[in-house]
């Protein structure tokens, strides 16, 4: 009778591992393929779009040292589809093994495609699939998306997945690119008051672009040589109500990160105008930003006032006047040098974003909230429209933490 | 009875309770409440459980008065035997629904965001079944066990809703009052039912070693569930701001959003066993609930052997709404509409009988004496 009971039990135990390698959702490495970058261009055909899929290969790179596969770490295919989720099964008429987005990095937009009215109804089929996480950044390429993925052929890091998260993650610390997730870009959308800033991509560079003042580049236009690959990520797209409208070089977006809040850039190097005398006129400083901005408001009267302080440590990284700054006057020189300097850039992109785009390129709006007791309320105060008449007031707050390796006699 | 029942301990019970009633912030509420009164959604929970405070602490007086009675002994006895059948086939039928479409939605769930290809009936069948196993064992078993798990279930909602942070803004719970005062003190009655579990938990009454005991464990659990349930969609409103309203489950999409770094990218899957486990508690407590009214209703003493058969029944009605939309938005609204109004209406009744038959005034006779 214990045996029947232990044999029984036994029995049951067995039964229990089956569902464990989940039903009908079984899943084997070996038969999945993984897409990594979806690229999206407008279709020459009516109400299609053409998807391009970047396909990683899960075999690759897997094992450490030796013993890998001699397949190829990655696979690029484009077609002409209704929308791009079911572009999955389409695709598996080329592709032999089962496609899934659960992987999905990067979404890669043509500019042409992103100024499309239709765009954004096509991508918010991103949050209707199951599989694609919402943290899977959007691009928007300067070129074609299906050509895009063809001409980036990365040197050092040949699996994909790990190139775009290395690329875009230094690339949003460094306050390059802006931090444009979808979850970002919908919420963004879906609050309708704001612009949304995606970051800008190419992989062809321009054939003769001029040599700009520090980072002043759109993505494709900074000249570099050498053994390398063509694609940059620097820059942003300007959307308003999901479409794209404008462009901002990769300076301007640092700016707007600095601003933002809600994204979290470490810190970043910039050039100003040295306010010593000297032959060279800039001198490189490292911009921290580790505390919040306080935004103050006066929104009653005909034209809204905003006040914004902003938080700021600096080290001085290269010092070609060779300025004493155990010199207090000295320091106050440089102080005073960076506050106008960042107010002046800060202020002059807020107005053109203004005049230009009609609206702020950053969630400014949230915190616009506060000031009313209910939603009517703030609805009826119209945030898009009377933030147009609005006057910005940018105050920086420098600190400077460090005034790098020079002479550090008494009073620093 | 062959043999006294075990007791069941205060802390299990807060267990039990806390994971039944606190489960909702993990589903559909904060969606559903976000679509009524938007960004002050958050402050409907603790409106709903100050309004519910009258109720339950007059139904605990009255239950009070009878030493280890049930809600249904109680019933019987204030308003008499047919009355009492009457309105405890009432309790029975609502129970019973909520539970059937309660699991229902955990199984789309599932379904939508873990496991896409497989059968609906399968999933659910497998739910039910562990359900069903764990709630015949007794009710002292899921206790203890609830008493283990309750702590990671916690634990894991902070920390999903820690890490959210990272992302989320604060201003957006801002303007304040959301879409006006009156329109959240609207919703709050429609609402109720966040809490009627605590109701249904009055049926556990005999298994504690005194009145006094249950009520002290119902009050700590209570406090915590509104709080913790406040919080939760505070967090959530936060995080989504917006784009909650388009949302069906904001939890579980919270969870594939967030990350460790970039080393341990998607975590949702660590999250999701500690979720389904509590789960799984919840409803098998509230099965055994469900077949403990039903045993008391129809005077079945061995009311455990009925629990695996009415679990198929369950998941028999479960099955019936073709899609998940349908469970949500029409059957689960009108249940949970009507679910919590009616416990508080019941409640006040009994109380009310307890005045007019004089109970209260026999009591504190008694006690004189």
Known sequence: MRKTKTVCKMLLILMIVCPLAGCWDRGELEDKSYVIGLGLDRSKREGKIKVTMLLANPEVGSMQGGGGSTEKPREVISFDAIDFIAAKVTANAIVSRKISYDLLKIIVVSEEFAKDPEFFRIIYDAVYDKEIRLNAYLAISKEKASQYFLKNHPRMETRPHKYYQYMVEHGIENGLIPDSTLFRFFKATERGKDLFLAMNTSAIREKKPKIRAEDNYYAGQLNASGELDDTQFIGSAVFKNGKMIGKLTGQE????????????????????????????????????????????????????????????????????????????????????????????????????AQKKYKGVPYPLSLDAQKYFATNQEFKKFNWTKSYQQAEIYVKPVVKIVDYGKGPKKEGK | MKQQPEKLGIREYIAIAILMAGARATEDTPATLFQ????AAWMVPILSAALFFIPLYLLLKTMSLFQGKNLFAVMNKLLGKYLGFAVGLIIFVISSSAISFDSRTYTNIIRTYYFNTTPILV???????????????????????????????????????????????????????????????????????????????????????????????????????????????????????????????????????????????????????????????????????????????????????????????????????????????????????????????????????????????????????
Request: some cysteine.
């Open chain 1, 253 to 352: 977006t640092s700016i707007v990160n600095t601003l933002d809040d809600t994204t979290n850039i470490s810190d970043f190097i910039i050039d100003i105008p040295s306010p010593f005398p000297g032959t060279i006129k800039q001198m490189a400083l490292r911009v921290m930003k580790e505390e919040d901005n306080t935004v103050k408001m006066n929104l009653k009267g005909p034209r809204p006032k905003i006040f914004i302080t902003m938080p700021l440590k600096f080290e001085v990284m290269s010092n070609p006047s060779e300025v004493d700054f155990s010199k207090k006057k000295n320091r106050d020189i440089l102080k005073a040098q960076i506050a106008r300097h960042f107010k002046t850039e800060h202020e002059k992109l807020l107005r053109k």
């Open chain 2, 36 to 39: 009524k009164v938007e960004n």
């Open chain 2, 123 to 369: 999933l659910y069948a497998i739910l039910i079944a562990i359900c069903a196993y764990g709630a015949k064992k007794g009710i002292q078993h899921v206790g203890s066990v609830s008493f283990m798990i309750v702590f990671w279930v916690i634990c894991s909602l902070i920390f999903a809703l820690l890490l959210s942070t990272q992302d989320s803004t604060f201003q957006s719970v801002l303007p304040i009052w959301g879409p006006g005062i009156l329109e959240i003190i609207k919703t709050s009655p429609g609402s109720l039912a966040i809490y009627a579990d605590f109701f249904l938990l009055t049926m556990l009454v005999p298994y504690f070693k005194s009145n006094k005991e249950f009520q002290k464990g119902t009050w700590i659990a209570y406090i915590f569930v509104s709080i913790q349930i406040s919080a939760a969609i505070f967090c959530i409103v936060c995080f989504f701001d917006q784009s909650l309203g388009g949302l069906g489950y904001p939890f579980h999409t919270l969870i594939r959003y967030i990350s460790l770094g970039t080393y341990i990218p998607n975590i949702e899957i660590f999250f999701f066993a500690i979720w389904i486990m509590g789960a799984i508690i919840r409803f098998t407590a509230f099965l055994y609930l469900n077949a403990l009214i039903f045993g008391q209703l129809f005077k079945i003493k061995d009311f455990e052997y009925l629990i695996p058969s009415i679990a198929t029944i369950y998941l028999l009605i479960g099955l019936i709404p073709e899609s998940p939309i349908e469970t949500i938005v029409h059957l689960k609204l009108t249940v949970r509409a009507l679910a919590g109004p009616m416990f508080a209406a019941i409640s006040l009744i009994l109380w009310l009988a307890a005045l007019v038959k004089g109970e209260f005034k026999h009591a504190k006779n008694k006690n004189s004496m």
